[in-house]
């Protein structure tokens, strides 16, 4: 039995790691900030010796792509400078750290699925300030952590592509959504068990990144047409191209992930992303 932190545990990946920690023999400390400052190494310190922590599943993360090209140090302070902390307290006592990551590291570029090692390149303050967290991460070198990059999640949590499509498609006719970007949602439950069930099985001397999504290939006019589809919504989904919606924050045009190494490192199988879309929309009652 072991005694684990989950920071950030109110997003959508940390919840459902709450859900289905009640199955559990461990004994879970679920975190938000308001609970724990991840920013705050004393902080960090004594939370972890107060509760005897043996484990850390860093969820928390500055995902606001948008807001963080204004807020860098905002950013920079929760998705680099914390997981320094993080990981500089894990080497110290001898934790088990896993740390969730992003396909923003990579500026879209390929032509074929991301391998873990592939170079990377973010082009947004998001993606470089998730970088310099992994890279904090490794430098610093506590045994038996990992660092877990993941793509498009959504969850019948928080807020998120998923939940977006539905509530506009009940409110219009038309949705304009981008299809020249291409990549693979993750279901955060999925990603959830799979974290759960790679946790007893770390024994690693220095940090391994791996990668985790669903199967499976599409755009984001793909997503948003199942959606509406699984969910019976009469609303047209129209194709536009990335530079018809432009925002603040560089988006990856190709985040697909080769996800071969933690399938066959951990033994783990990875649902299709529209079996999970499906267990998804069932569990938020919106398959008709």
């Given amino acids: 039995m072991s005694n684990i932190l989950v920071t950030g545990s109110n997003g959508q990946l940390g919840s459902e790691i709450k859900e289905l920690s009640y199955d559990s023999d ?3 400390f679920f975190t938000d900030a308001d ?18 922590i043996d484990v850390i599943i860093n969820c928390a993360a500055y995902t606001a792509v948008d807001k963080a090209e204004e807020n860098e140090t905002i950013a920079d ?20 750290l896993i740390h969730v990551s992003t396909d923003y590291v990579f500026d879209g570029k390929n032509y074929k ?3 873990e090692d592939d170079v990377t390149n973010p082009p947004s303050v998001y993606g470089k300030t ?26 019948s949590f928080g807020a998120n592509f998923v939940k977006t499509m539905l509530k506009y498609g009940k409110e219009r006719d038309e949705l304009r959504v981008i299809y020249d970007q291409v990549g693979t949602p993750t ?10 069930d790679i946790l007893p099985q770390l024994d690693n001397e220095k940090p391994e990144i791996y990668h985790y999504s669903n199967e499976g290939v599409l755009s984001w006019y793909d997503f948003a047409k199942e959606i509406m589809k699984m969910a019976k919504i ?16 560089p988006r990856p045009h190709y985040s697909l992930l080769n996800k071969s190494k933690i399938k066959k490192t951990f033994n783990i199988t990875i649902p299709f992303w529209k079996d999970s879309l499906s267990e998804c929309l069932i569990k938020m009652g919106e398959k008709r």
Avoid: M
Wanted: glycine letters at 2%.
């Fill in 113 to 115: 699925p991301y391998l």
């Fill in 77 to 96: 302070a929760v998705n680099h400078l914390a997981v320094k902390y993080l990981a500089e307290i894990s080497k110290d006592r001898e934790l088990k």
């Fill in 187 to 196: 279901y955060a439950r999925d990603l959830a068990k799979a974290i759960l």
């Fill in 26 to 28: 461990n004994v879970f």
């Fill in 35 to 52: 609970e724990l400052d991840i920013t705050d190494k004393k902080a960090i310190e004594s939370f972890v010796e107060i509760n005897k």
């Fill in 234 to 249: 009469k609303c047209e989904i129209v194709p536009i191209e990335t530079h018809e919606y432009p925002l603040p924050a």
């Fill in 130 to 155: 998730k970088l310099d967290g992994e890279k904090a991460l490794q430098e610093i070198s506590p045994q038996n952590s990992i660092i877990i990059r993941t793509s498009w999640v959504y969850s």
